[in-house]
């Protein structure tokens, strides 16, 4: 068999030079870049597992750990030049063992297990860690969108639909919005994390193993909730991969819409948002131009942080339902750039939202210009004149045109374009005089009067915000569950690990 095929001899088999540099190369970096505590953690609890099984005797088991203990204190992963000696890290780990045991004895750790289940399993504890680090962010910039929020919760700005003032809110309103979003991605990364968190070890290559292995004892001594059911699914499903990378899509995807808000509303023409000179860089040449870049940058990070999830989801369509390459160790580094650019973003976005504030004379000016307190006027017709609201909207539309046409402001110059307008269409005087007009075509009235559940009057808004802030601790101690556990976990190992080693 081994002349048919020389990889299984026990002779030195140096791979293709260029498959070496192509493929193999980068592999082994990626590995010893992000994967070592991974491999660490899966050989000590793979370990533990078989010696309480009595699969391995303790004398076995014993020296088997003390090695891997030398390797650990040996072995500088940061200084390995890959060389072609071996295929992969995990063979190099192999090879130490047998250089320090012997083949019989070494080779014995790998029993009733797979390079399948533990990449498979090396990649979710970095899929898990890097979520779990991302969430922080997430959730800090969760805390400080609602701190905005409440800050703001009277600030009058002017709401946009279609690229167009619609109607006066307030800024706390507008963030609340973005932060139900955030809300709904951030619990869209829960769910995502507990399919990740599913240990596919004792899958073994696909089907499990004839030995009589626990899953769920090497499970638990690596934190996960439970192992993964079904073998087949561990090797071939890849769905947390997917479940992972969509959650991150939709995330900056959103973030993205709100950015490119903070852009337009910094627009020297809107100017309803204020950006601190912290946040400006001023033209090289033209002295007067303040600059918010960081809009800017955070647009392109988002950008490129959906690019690269999207990238990984390509990656895994048409693939089969198998163990292959797509899923692996190349697509995995690939992915973690998406974390890296995301979590700039994240910690950007929380800054700026911090420090920003609202223009309120750019504000007040932008309300005047555009009328958009007019569709006030036509419900309050409906509820103090008893018109259809339908005749209500002709009235007010004839104020607004003729208020528009003038150059003027609804408060100061509507009222008499309204008397016409009223008498003309209904035949009679209004029953309430310039105060009471003014009243209504005022901002703060506009908002005021939209106590309804989810609107921007002061109420609805307390209500929300108190709602935000159960949900944003909820999360948070969802978080330190998962990391109690974790740690629970790791000291576990560590205890039996250390028991192990130190029996010989």
């Known amino acids: 068999m081994s002349e048919l095929n020389p990889r299984l001899s026990d002779k030195s088999v140096f791979p293709d030079p260029v498959y070496k540099e192509t493929v193999l190369r980068p592999l082994f970096d990626g590995a010893k870049t992000h994967h070592v505590d991974g491999f660490r953690a899966i050989d000590r609890a793979h370990l533990v597992m078989l010696t309480e099984t009595g699969i391995l005797d303790a004398k076995q088991a014993s020296a088997i750990a003390g090695a891997l203990e030398a390797i650990d204190r040996e072995v500088d992963p940061e200084k390995l030049v890959y060389t072609g000696e071996v295929e992969d890290f995990f063979f190099l780990i192999e090879k130490e063992l047998k250089a320090r045991l012997g083949a019989d004895v070494a080779g014995r750790l790998h029993t009733s297990r797979s390079r399948n289940d533990i990449d498979h399993t090396l990649f979710k504890l970095g899929l898990k860690q890097r979520i779990d680090a991302l969430m922080v962010k997430a959730r800090h910039l969760l805390a400080a969108m609602i701190d905005a929020a409440e800050r703001e919760k009277a600030t009058l700005i002017v709401a946009y639909t279609h690229g167009q003032p619609a109607q006066p809110s307030t800024f706390g309103h507008y963030l609340s919005a973005a932060i139900e979003v955030l809300l709904r991605d951030i619990e869209r990364f829960e769910e995502a994390r507990k399919i990740v968190d599913l240990s596919p070890m004792g899958a073994a290559a696909i089907t499990t193993s004839g030995f009589p292995i626990d899953r769920q004892r090497v499970a638990d001594l690596l934190g996960f909730a439970a192992p993964l059911r079904n073998s087949y699914s561990c090797i071939a499903a890849s769905d947390y991969i997917t479940s992972t990378y969509s959650a991150i899509e939709l995330m900056f995807l959103h973030l993205g819409r709100l950015i ?171 029953s309430f005089g310039r105060d009471k007009f003014e009243e209504i075509v005022s901002p703060e009235h506009f908002v005021a009067v939209r106590d309804r559940f989810g609107g921007p009057a002061p109420a609805a808004m307390a209500e929300a915000i108190g709602v935000y802030r159960k949900k944003a601790a909820a999360l948070e101690a969802v978080a330190q569950e998962h990391a109690g556990h974790e740690a629970k976990a790791a000291k576990e190992l560590g205890e039996k690990f250390k028991a192990l080693a130190g029996a010989l």
């Open 260 to 430: 490119q808000d903070f852009q337009f509303w910094t627009s020297f023409e809107v100017g309803q948002v204020y950006v601190p000179n912290a946040f400006v860089q001023i033209s090289s040449i033209m002295p007067q131009k303040r600059n918010p870049v960081p809009i800017e940058h955070m647009r392109l990070l988002a950008s490129q942080t959906m690019g690269r999830a999207r990238t990984v989801l390509g990656v895994i369509h048409n693939t089969p339902f198998t163990d292959m390459n797509d899923s692996e160790g190349e697509t995995q580094s690939m992915g973690y750039e998406a974390f890296t650019a995301a979590s700039r973003v994240l910690d950007l976005l929380a800054a700026f939202v911090g420090a920003i504030r609202i223009d309120p004379e750019r504000v007040a000016e932008n309300i005047r210009r555009s009328c958009i307190t007019i569709t006030e006027l036509a419900d309050s017709l409906v509820r103090i004149e008893g018109l259809t609201f339908r005749e209500a909207h002709e009235i007010a539309a004839t104020v607004a045109k003729a208020v528009v046409a003038a150059g003027g402001g609804l408060a100061k110059d509507g009222y008499a374009p309204f008397l016409e307008a009223f008498r003309h269409s209904t035949g009679r005087e209004p």
